[in-house]
């Protein structure tokens, strides 16, 4: 079933927020198919609802009308228990700001999906320390994340995200606190490990230069995609 090649079908989607007049429709009716192993960027001016687009595919909103199936599932249909499992095991989020867990190392954060997963803990140790090498942070393995740099700390985040070979990668402008080189290095390793591990990932990036470097860009505008 999860060999099909569509990871993400979004039908008639449509959102809005608060009551009345003072109600703002943010998603629009969106249709959009990602097939298994695309990378897809998102663009669009501030306001336009790609993080909204992407908190709904990542279920971590409710819609309104339409339908989102994430790996042949129809996420209205799980319920809040089989939901967190769902997305353990299905998606990896990378978020501007890393949104590490503060109290625990580069290392134990990496292994954390793992081992939510209940993957033994040495193996959890071996996979998020093989992603910390390809990263050229052995060294920070041992630190917190209040003792590394924003670049650091975000290439932390990608590989807490592809650590458990999510089918979905959802980023939301992953590189929107680091600099130039930062960026580049960061979505150059996102993009091999995607390719790599056969992930599907969408990526909301203002940055046209990391839109250039994925398989496809779409652009929303009030709500809608407007070209795809
Ligand atoms: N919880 C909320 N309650 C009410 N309105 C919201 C809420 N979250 C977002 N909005 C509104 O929905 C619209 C879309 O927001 P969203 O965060 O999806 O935009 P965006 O495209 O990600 O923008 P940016 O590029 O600035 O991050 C905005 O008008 C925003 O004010
Ligand atoms: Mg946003």
């Known amino acids: 079933m999860e060999n099909s090649p569509a990871v993400i079908e979004i039908n008639s989607l449509e959102k809005s927020y608060g009551e009345g007049p003072g109600r703002i429709r943010v998603i629009r009716g969106i249709d959009l198919s990602v097939n298994r192993g695309e990378v897809v960027a998102v663009t669009g001016p501030s306001g336009t609802g790609k993080s909204t687009l992407l908190n709904l595919v990542g279920c971590l909103d409710n819609f309104d009308r339409g339908s989102i199936r994430l790996v042949q599932r129809d996420i209205s249909s799980l319920s809040v228990d089989e939901l967190s499992g769902f997305r353990n095991r299905h998606i990896g989020f990378i978020f501007q700001l890393h949104n590490l867990l503060p109290e625990f190392t ?5 292994m954390m999906p793992l081992l939510i997963r209940r993957v033994k803990w040495k193996t959890a140790r071996d996979s998020a ?3 910390l090498v390809r990263f050229n942070m052995e060294e920070r393995a041992g630190h917190k994340p209040g003792e590394m ?4 700390c975000q290439r932390v985040a990608v590989a807490r995200a ?9 980023a939301d402008e992953p590189t929107g606190s680091l600099d130039s080189r930062n960026s580049s290095i960061l979505m150059q390793m996102l993009l091999e490990l ?7 990932a969408l990526i909301v990036t203002h940055d046209m230069t990391i ?3 994925t398989d496809r860009v779409i652009s929303m505008l009030d709500g809608a995609i407007v070209n795809i």
């Open 194 to 200: 995607c390719r790599e591990k056969g992930s599907t």
């Open 149 to 152: 740099s924003g670049g650091e």
């Open 211 to 213: 839109a250039g470097m």
């Open 162 to 170: 592809i650590v458990g070979e999510p089918d979905l990668i959802l």
């Open 129 to 131: 320390m093989e992603l």
């Open 106 to 110: 580069a290392l134990e954060n990496v």
